[in-house]
Each structure stands twice: as C-alpha cells, then as structure tokens.
C-alpha cells in the first residue's frame, strides 16, 4: 500500500511539474494564478500521501495549513485584478455600470 | 520503495532549480510572483524531504498565505504609483532614464543582454565547488541531536524543536522576536500607510469564503500553537496562520477597517518581545541565568511566553502587510 501511496505522490509532482507549463506560457494572469492555485491542492494531496508513507502524522497538520491559506492569495489576486466580466450578457453593461467605488459592505 | 522516493527526491530536486531559474529570470514580474507562490510550495515538501515538519509548517503558513499576497499587492501597488507619477508629467514621452517612466519600463521590458557570461559563471564555479568541498568535509556525526534528547526533560516540553527555540537557545529566539519587532519600526518609520489598491469582487462569494474560513484560520492557529509543545508547530507557525487571517481580513475590506486603538496595538505589538525579556530578566535575578526558568516553572513560563510572542507575531505580520503607521496616528 505504501508503494501505491508514493507511486500516487509521485504522479502528483508530475502533474505539478507539468502545470508549470501554464504559469510559463500564461497567457492571461488568471491561466497562471489558478495554475498555481491548483499546485496548491495537488501539494496537500503530496502532503497527505508523503504523511501515510514517511509515517509523519505531524504532515497532516502542514497540509491543513497549506490548504487553509492558499485562498489568500487568490483573494489578494481577485482584489488587485478583478472578476472578469460576464462574456455572454453584454446588455448588463449597459444598465448596470460596474461601481466605481469596491463595493466592501456585504 | 526506496528507488520511487529517490525518483520522488529528484523530481522535487528538478522542480525546484527549475522554478527558481524562471523565477529569477522571468521579465514578466507577475509570473516571477506565480513562481515563487509554486517555489514555496516545493520548498515545503523539500522541508519534509529533509525531515523537517516545522520549517515546512512554517513555510506552508508564510509561504501560502502571506508571501503571495504580500508581493501580489506590492505589484499592484507599484503599479499605480508609476501610473500615477506619469499622469503628473504626460509631456515626457521619452522616457528619462533615471524618471519613473524608465521604472514602468522595468515592469515590462527585458533587460539588456548581458555582454558576458563568464563573471556568473566564474561566480558560479567558484561557490559550487566551495558548497562541494564543505559537504565533502562533513564530518558524519548526528549534531547536537544526541544532546538535546540527553536533556529534554529538564526542558519542561516534549517537542525537541520547542525546546531548543524556548529553552536551550532561548536567546537566539528573543533577537529573532525583537528583529521582527525592529522591522515594524522600520517600516512605521517610512510614513502612514497608503491605500491598498483594490478592485470590487462584487457576488457572495467573498464575504461567504471569508466568514467560513476566517473562524477556522484563528482555530488552527491556536491548535498549532497548542501543539508546539509536544509536535511540530509554535508560536511562530501560529503567528503566521493567525496573521494570514488577519490579512485576509484587511484583503477582503480594505477601506472599511476601523484604525485599531493606537495603546493596545502597541502593547500587542511588544508583547511578545516584553515578555520574554521580562522572564529572562527575572531568570537572571533569581540566579537562573539570563532567559533561564526556575525549576518547576519552564512549562507555564514557555506556554505563557508563545502565547504572547504568537499574538505579537501575528500583528506584526498584518502591521507589516499594510506597511506604514496607521491612519490618524501621528502623535508627536
């Protein structure tokens, strides 16, 4: 079983490797920043796996960290880029202008 | 099992150098920020490679929550002061080459090709083959392992690493809490705090992510922190996780934070590094040495002391991340 674990820990990193091609070639900063979003989840499954195959129950705990404040950075992303605008309800422009000022009450 | 870990190992080894190089090398600085986001995350399992789970802990709690954020708004940050510099001066198309307008350049261009590669590469051979002689010379002792488990009860927790930051080496901990401290001034010396720039994020999505997340952040802070007594984690992970909520915090609403009370902020602040110069100045009065506990007290002292340093950490952290002296603060 732990064979398996570790062979699954290894297939993650390669699908993280091969997600850097992503945040390479872009092109849009959205394609890299959930390219890396998405390393995040794949790193606490790792992290979980490296925990059942290294017998480390403490890298339980680094993957609830990781999994728990990866969603700063998309929040600080979504702050300074914006929501893209919805593509396929161009009418909505025109009624309802975007708010200049960020609308931070709930 | 073996071969697949060494296959794992260098992998992760490919990953790193890689991600490192374009790192440093990419022309584009919000893919650099992208990248080093990734490098934090390979360098976390590295730290569990090399049979560290605190520093990964660490690297997971400052690497994930904190350093991302941190550069992403900084870029932005940069950006409108650039932008806003050159809406001042429309008139100076060409662009000075020390003037800002040679700044927002920088943001995009690639630089110039160097002439010659052999200084780096000199550079580089000389550094490497030094690393390669030192590791060579190694001498294949276990360190101060042995030690540390020969006195680890007279060390009042059961966490090595909890007990060599809050005991043994006591002092190198208080230096890094009071650096932490310095750097704040540092940066409350520069001047009040500007705007975060910010764009709406209209929909529920946020506040909804916000109001699940947050309490379980301030949750798992505090376990971790718990947890440094007897397993990986401490005042300094928990620091960070309690200070990447706060910073969610600031992300989510930054125009509507109330100041905080200047006192308690400033108490909050210093408590961490009070506290522990308190303890070791007691320490040294009743003859236990400087940073030293009376017997029977190491347990409540060190809980007592990572509970403020924690607390302190935190702020610093998010007093960092906004950068500048808060708003109507400017006391003589």
Known sequence: ?106 | MNLLLVVFDLALLAGLIGVAWRCLASTDLFRAVVLFITFGLLLALAWVRLEAPDIALAEAAIGAGITGALLLVTLERLRVIIAGRRSDRPDTVPPDPSGPGAALQALHDPPPEPRTRLPALTFALVVGSLLVTTLWHQPDAAGLEPVVDAHMDASGVDHPITAVLLNFRAYDTFLELAIVLVALLGAWSLGRHDRIPARPAPGPILPGTLRLLVPVAVVTGVYVLWAGSHQPGGAFQAGAILGAAGILLVLSRPRRMPPPPGTLLRLGLGAGVGLFLASGVYGLLAGHGFLGYPPGWDYPLIILIEVAATLSIALTLVALFIAGRPEGDDRP
């Open chain 1, 1 to 106: 079983m732990t064979l398996f674990y570790l062979g699954a820990a290894l297939f993650l990193l390669g699908t993280i490797l091969l997600g850097l091609i992503r945040v390479l070639r872009g092109p849009g900063s959205g394609d890299r920043m959930l390219a890396a979003l998405l390393f995040g989840t794949s790193g606490v499954a790792i992290l979980l796996l490296l925990s059942m195959v290294l017998e480390t129950p403490a890298l339980v705990d680094v993957a609830l960290v990781f999994a728990l404040l990866a969603v700063v950075a998309a929040v600080a992303f979504v702050r300074q880029h914006g929501l893209p605008e919805p593509q396929d309800t161009p009418t909505r422009r025109g009624h309802h202008p975007p708010p200049e000022e960020p609308s931070d009450d709930r």
